[in-house]
């Protein structure tokens, strides 16, 4: 059987084969990172690790250290941004939250992203700009909303299984922001 | 060579030699090469004085070829054998370049990449940009007074991974090492950046012969970190000489020209275009070969309004930059021009009035991109300068996927992802007992795989037979520093190894490459073959005081085996370096890079652990 593509598995995939990004950069495991002091410590690390600090070795040698920036670029992508920082959390605490489905999700909030979903719909097919605009500037509110909670969740109650529900939610929200997003490049175009 | 003598980070591990390396910018209309001599960038000049070599290639039918101006003054009697603008053919398929409008060569079919039938044999982009590139080295060796270490190549930040493999083929070709593919108006914000010590955020505004890019930067205690590009990989100056072309041909009623006319309409627009940079009004003036004239009287107003939806075109690319960076306008301190396109004004207005401020124009924006090529080269080649603690953080322009179900991306790599940058997704089988599964790697944002580029395609094979479903194929994406991609698969399931690492290639495989190579060598005379034996026989001492070394210092890395594997292969090498032979001592100089592959691994692990953990690394003896 020589044919075709593959079946999709897995949508986020840490790895762990050079250590878990919190040490890497020297920050406490738990939610609630300083950006500024996460931006400080990448820089520091990519300042001793980028193979460009290396240059006049040859590129065995090279390819180990872009290996580890490419490890550290990794790493300060998912410890930014909010809900791929919560995701991280849950994979080292072995949790998927894809396949974690003990927590459904709860009707209001359905009924709200249903309503969502048509007005994007809407709005993209009368190539209502502004409208989206607007759409995308209430789910960027909703979801930070929901980031706040994410904190309590984690490090003041340690409550996984409310903070894998709400990262679901928010995964929710993400992927319309994102349809938003093309729906946005593609009328621009 | 592996296993260097290791030293501090950021420093070369001999000090005090000058290594001679260069930028250059390798553009649509014309290229230049820059470097760094006594701590200054400086841009070095041709034979004839001018800097800016036209990047035009003429093959005479008898082998010969010329470059640059000799070329140029034939482009429009020669004009098939006369290749202009060949960089919007690089890692471009036949129907690319076709629906580019431009049919003006006598364009091939070839898997890959468009070749060029020519008087002299068909000949691939890459070749042609290796001519330019020669033309460059040449006179930077000779300028330098000695052999190049290596170049830093400028590309638009906007190619995609055809593109730029093919630039660094067309490099390796013209027999350089290169030291970094770098984006084009990340090499202007070097050069701007450094010179104003600037911090900030920053946006380059790069409009260059047949290419436009567009980066915002942010520049914070000497990092230039890229936080998004985007572009348009087919819109430059040439368009707007198109568009004054068409509108002149209409004028004349000479819609239908041969391709010797066409080209010469298409200079004398060049030259109106440029005159209206400086003046309301110019003359247009071409005599056909028929006799007949074409004559008009061009206004700045008119040329505007023909343009008009060129200019608007630039502006897509900056919203969509801006909003990836989730930046608004005000946030952007600065906007620096680059590319000879932006002496356009109604470009300057366009950007003017889109970031409500005047843009930065206060470096040539013909020589920016080829200064900052420069000053990373120097960096790159080990002469660190002291006022170069700076660190360069650039993206990737494209997104990277794969095919799935239904002819579907899944992407793998998001666009403005930092690079280097490695990211791997699980995928599985999805008929029972499937041993094989087909590989497409794809590139760019749109969800269905026929409307992005195709990278590659491969097979992973020796999946041992399982249920649908039950296979699980990790498939990693590692892109380097060149913004450069390999695919590897692997099957992890079963348990059962089975994988496959892939570089996507374009038109010319290594092989031809290295073909090529050793041909020029081949007819070399005697004095270039003691030359090349010489390198050899240094390399290889080099490389025999190095791995002793190591084995004194970390020895214990090494199990027995290992270590005398590798202290026989050591004997070998000495014994052969003592001999004549350049090729044998190559081969041997190959298996003992390769021997200690794993060696110089670990070696780099426990240096870089250490430089993590806060040691200076000096102290580690290494």
Redesign the interface.
């Known amino acids: ?11 986020m ?1 840490f ?1 762990d084969a050079l250590g878990d990004y919190f040490s ?1 950069f020297g920050l406490p495991r738990r939610y609630a990172v300083d950006p500024a002091t996460l931006e400080s410590a990448y ?1 520091d ?14 590129e ?2 090279r ?9 550290a ?2 790493g ?2 998912v410890l930014r941004r909010p809900v791929p920082r919560a995701r991280y959390l849950l994979h080292l605490a072995g949790i998927d939250p894809q396949i974690e489905s003990n927590t459904a999700m709860p009707a209001d909030f359905l009924m709200r992203q249903m309503l969502l979903r048509e007005a994007v719909e809407e709005a993209e097919q009368d190539g209502d700009v502004a409208t989206l605009d607007n759409l995308l500037r209430e789910l960027r509110r909703d979801a930070r909303t929901m980031e706040q909670s994410l904190a309590d969740d984690f490090d003041a109650r340690g409550d996984l299984i409310a903070a894998t529900a709400r990262v679901r939610q928010l995964m929710f929200l993400e992927r319309l922001q994102e349809e938003i ?2 729906a ?2 593609t009328l ?2 | 060579m592996a296993l260097l003598q290791l030293a501090e980070p950021g420093q070369s591990a001999a000090p005090h030699e000058h290594r001679l390396a260069v930028g250059i910018d390798l553009g649509t209309t014309h290229s230049l090469v820059a470097t760094v001599r006594h701590s200054l960038p400086e841009c070095l000049p041709g034979e004839q004085c001018g800097i800016l070599l036209p990047s035009i290639v003429r093959y005479l039918a008898d082998g010969s070829v010329q470059v640059g101006r000799e070329a140029a003054e034939h482009q429009a009697t020669d004009s098939q054998n006369t290749i202009v603008s060949v960089k919007r053919f690089m890692g471009r398929g036949l129907a690319d370049v076709e629906a580019g409008a431009s049919k003006q060569y006598d364009f091939v079919d070839a898997d890959g990449m468009v070749r060029i039938n020519t008087v002299a044999g068909v000949k691939s982009p890459v070749e042609v940009s290796a001519e330019i590139l020669k033309v460059l080295r040449q006179r930077a060796e000779s300028r330098l007074g000695g052999e190049l270490v290596g170049a830093v190549i400028t590309v638009p930040a906007y190619f995609d991974d055809a593109q730029r493999q093919a630039t660094k083929d067309a490099a390796r070709l013209a027999g350089l090492n290169v030291l970094r593919l770098l984006n084009e108006p990340t090499a202007a914000a070097i050069a701007y950046g450094l010179d104003n010590e600037t911090e900030g955020t920053y946006a380059v505004f790069d409009l260059g012969g047949g290419t436009f890019d567009f980066s915002v930067l942010k520049l914070s205690r000497g990092v230039f970190e890229v936080l998004a590009t985007s572009g348009d990989a087919a819109l430059g100056g040439d368009d707007f000489d198109q568009a004054l072309a068409m509108w002149l041909r209409e004028q004349g009623g000479a819609s239908d020209l041969p391709p010797e006319d066409s080209r010469a309409v298409l200079v004398e627009c060049r030259r109106v275009k440029e005159a209206l940079s400086r003046a309301s009004a110019e003359q247009a003036h071409v005599t056909l070969s028929d006799g007949r004239e074409l004559c008009a009287s061009v206004t700045r107003e008119q040329f505007e309004a023909l343009t008009a939806k060129l200019v608007a075109k630039t502006l897509t690319p900056v919203r969509k930059a801006l909003r990836d960076a989730h930046l608004d306008v005000e946030d952007v301190k600065g906007v620096v021009l680059v590319g000879g396109a932006t002496r356009m004004p109604q470009i300057r207005a366009a950007v003017e009035q889109h970031f409500g401020r005047e843009p930065l124009t206060d470096i040539d924006p013909d020589k920016v991109v080829a200064i900052g090529a420069a000053i990373q080269a120097n960096v790159l080649a080990g002469n660190r300068r002291d006022e170069d603690d700076w660190l360069l953080l650039d993206v990737i322009p494209l997104s990277l996927g794969i095919e799935t179900m239904g002819g579907l991306v899944e992407k793998i790599v998001t666009r403005n992802s930092t690079i280097p940058t490695a990211k791997a997704q699980e995928f599985t089988t999805y008929k029972d007992g499937q041993t094989a599964m087909a590989i497409h790697v794809v590139q760019g944002e749109r969800e269905l795989v026929r409307d992005c580029r195709s990278l590659a395609r491969f097979e992973l094979r020796g999946i041992p037979p399982m249920a649908a479903g039950a296979a699980r194929i990790r498939v990693t994406f590692q892109v380097d520093a060149d913004g450069l991609l390999s695919v590897s698969a692997r099957e992890t399931g079963s348990g059962v190894e089975a994988s496959i690492t892939v570089k996507p290639s374009y038109g010319l495989s290594d092989d031809e490459i290295a073909g090529m190579l050793r041909a020029g060598f081949d007819h070399a005379d005697a004095d270039m073959r003691m030359r090349a034996l010489r390198e050899q026989q240094v390399e290889a001492q080099r490389m025999i005081e190095a791995v002793q070394s190591a084995l004194a210092v970390d020895g214990d890395l090494l199990d027995a085996a290992e270590c005398q594997a590798i202290h026989a292969a050591l004997n070998e090498l000495t014994a052969l370096n003592a001999g004549d032979d350049a090729r044998q001592i190559k081969t041997a100089l190959d298996a003992m890079n390769k021997l200690t592959e794993t060696f110089a691994a670990r070696r780099m692990d426990k240096t870089i652990r250490a430089a993590l953990a806060g040691q200076k690394v000096d102290d580690l003896k290494v």
């Open positions: 059987m020589r044919t075709a593509a593959l079946s999709f598995v897995n949508p995939n790895s890497l820089l690390v990519q300042a001793k690790i980028h193979p460009d600090r290396y240059a006049h070795l040859p065995n040698e390819r180990i250290a872009m290996q580890w920036a490419s490890h670029n990794e300060y992508r997003g093309s946005l490049e621009e175009n």
